[in-house]
């Protein structure tokens, strides 16, 4: 029972040398290096042109879309423009031009 442990304890030790020994060799590769060199390139077919047209199209309206909501949503925010007759500078001016033109008469 001994010699077989001793015998593990001796694989033990030599097994990761022998490893470390072989990928110190300048001639192996790495199994990284062959995954890298092996790798393809993956290559997506095109988009078809009138596809591609489409979607821009359709971007383009959703962005024209979103231009007129917004100017709307501008419209109705801005407030209302009063009339000049409601403008109490105008409102006191008109009647002191009134009570002159009574006065000089």
Known sequence: MKGHVALVALIGTLLPATVLAQAASPDTETQLQQELRHRRAIVRPTTPAGEVQRDADTAASA???????????????????????????????????????????
Do not use: W, Y
């Open 63 to 105: 962005v024209l879309e979103k231009q007129e909501g917004e100017a709307l949503a501008r419209g109705l925010s801005l407030p209302a423009q009063r009339p000049p007759q409601v403008d109490d500078d105008l409102k006191g001016g008109i009647q002191t031009r009134n009570l002159n033109n009574l006065l000089r008469r």
